[in-house]
């Protein structure tokens, strides 16, 4: 089970740092993401990382302002947002999946749990 918070409103230009919290005992054999959704939007890929947090994958719209990172002793994984544009704006969304390649996937379909989502609203 994966329980995603931090979401909230802030204007251009601001940071917020979201939280995915799992539960269970075998956190760190699970690759993470974080996907968003913007109304009348597809699903995006915004970034994963890797069993030990040693690899990160970013999409091009967040390189240089999200960072991922993952605490398996807290079974928790984390995205902290700076320079947040309006665009940002969207339900945010943890996902895990099991890759035996260890490969971090950007498709949703290749996650097998998601959490609930928190919206992230980013003003002008």
């Known amino acids: 089970q994966l329980q995603a918070s931090g979401g909230g409103l802030v204007q251009a230009g601001g940071s917020l740092r979201l939280l995915c919290a799992a539960s269970g005992r075998t956190f760190s054999s699970y690759l993470m993401g974080w996907f968003r959704q913007s109304p009348g939007k597809e699903r995006e890929f915004v970034a994963g990382?890797?069993?030990?947090?040693?690899?990160?994958y970013y999409a091009d719209s967040v390189k240089g302002r999200f960072t991922i990172s993952r605490d398996n002793a807290k079974n928790t994984v984390s995205l902290q947002m700076i320079s947040l544009k309006p665009e940002d704006t969207a339900v945010y969304y943890c996902?895990?999946?099991?890759?035996?390649?260890?490969?971090?996937?950007?498709?949703?379909?290749?996650?097998?749990?998601w959490g609930q989502g928190t919206l992230v609203t980013v003003s002008s």
């Open positions: 996902a895990a999946t099991i890759q035996l390649s260890g490969v971090v996937p950007i498709t949703g379909a290749q996650y097998d749990y």
């Open positions: 990382i890797g069993w030990s947090g040693g690899s990160t």
